[in-house]
C-alpha cells in the first residue's frame, strides 16, 4: 500500500478565492521571512494571484524588495526576447510590477549552448539559497507539473526535456495556434526538486484540467499523472474552479 499524505482541496466560488487564499498566505510569509525564497509558475492559472500581490504591493501591504524567486521551468531555443519566453512572460506577467531586486528572480536557462549543465547548475542554486519556501503550481491537461511529464522519475532533477505532442499542442495557443512554432524542448524542474518546496499551491481552472485534477484527487498515485506525486507531500493546497472539480465525485469543501 502506497503512502498517500492527503492534499487540501478547496473548490472557490470564485477565483478571487483563490487569489486571496494563496495571497494572504504570501503576505504572511514574506512578513515573517522578508527574505523568502518563492516558486513562480507561469501560465494562465496564477494570474489572479500576482494580480492580487501586485495590489497589495501598490496599496504597501507587502515588499518583495529582500525576497527571491525560482521559476519552474523555460522553452529552449527560444531567441532572448521572444515574448513567449516564461522568463519575459513572468516580468510581464508579474515581476516588473512589484519591487524584486535586479536579479532576484531566476529561471532555467534555455538560451545557453548547454541547458542540461545549466540545469544542474539551477538546481542547485536552489539548495543554495535555502530551497523553496512557497512553490505556486498549475497543471498541465495530462497532469504535468512544470514540464514533468508523464513518466517523469519521481526523484528527477531539473533537467532538459522534450515535451510532449499534446503538451505543444496546448500551448499553441501562446504561439498563434501553430504548434510547429511551439520549441519542442525545455527545461523544468524536476518532481524531485518540485516535491522538496515547503509548501505548495497548485490552481487549477477549467474543464480541460478536470481529468488530472480528478486523478490526483480520486485516483491512484502513478508516474502516468505526474500531479499525483503531490501525495508525497505533506503542505499541498490544491485550489479549483467548478470546471476544474467537475469530474470529481465527492464534494469537497
Ligand atoms: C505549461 C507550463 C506549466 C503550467 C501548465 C498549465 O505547460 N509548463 O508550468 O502549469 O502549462 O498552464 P495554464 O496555467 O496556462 O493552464
New binding site residues.
Partial sequence: MYWRNPVDVIIAREIDQIAHTIADEIEQLLRDKPTAILGL??????LAVYDELTRRYEAGRISFAKARAFM??EYVGLPAEHPER?FNVILRDFVNKVDFAEGAVRGPDGLTDDPQAAAVEYDKAIAAAGGIDLQI?????NG????NEPGSARDSRTRMLELTEQ?RR??SRFFDNDVAAVPTH?V?QGLGTILEARRIFL????T??AAAIHELVEGEVSLDWPVTQLHEHAKVSVLLDDEAASKLSTTVA
Fill in positions: 509558475a507561469t501560465g494562465s492559472s496564477p519552474l521551468d516564461y503550481l498549475g497543471v498541465g491537461s504535468h507539473i512544470a514540464f503538451t496546448d500551448n525545455c523544468s490552481i487549477a481552472l477549467g480541460a484540467k
